[in-house]
């Protein structure tokens, strides 16, 4: 059964630093595509990075473009969401996923909290 563990979230201030971490086992986590998700208070669940398996093509969510940095390191199962000059809207619980086309895994997500 694949797992998925994020850690790394909390309360900062505007501007401040973040590094979320999804740790993978359980499934061969290399072989998967790896996503941030968030989803706000009364908001639906948005995408706002990946990487690919193959090849490691990123994807960012324009809200998130050039502060938000989606890496990972697969000798370690462990994906990445380096998290600059944070700002109250990314304020959210933030969800790791893995995919390989035919399933989709889902953590318990780590919460977030930019405060201003």
């Known amino acids: 059964q694949v797992r998925l563990v994020e850690s790394g979230g909390g309360l900062v201030q505007v501007g401040d630093s973040l590094r979320l971490s999804c740790k993978c086992s359980?499934?061969?986590?290399?072989?998967?595509?790896m996503a941030w998700f968030r989803q706000a208070a009364g908001q639906e669940r948005e995408r706002v990075a990946a990487?690919?398996?193959?090849?490691?093509?990123?994807y960012y969510a324009h809200s998130v473009k050039d502060r938000f940095t989606i890496s990972r390191d697969d000798a370690k199962d462990t994906t990445y969401l380096q998290m600059i000059s944070l700002k109250p809207e990314d304020t959210a619980g933030y969800y790791c996923?893995?995919?390989?086309?035919?399933?989709?895994?889902w953590g318990q997500g780590t919460q977030v909290t930019v405060s201003s």
């Open positions: 996923y893995a995919g390989d086309g035919l399933l989709d895994y």
């Open positions: 359980g499934g061969p986590c290399s072989e998967y595509a």
């Open positions: 990487v690919d398996w193959i090849g490691g093509a990123t």
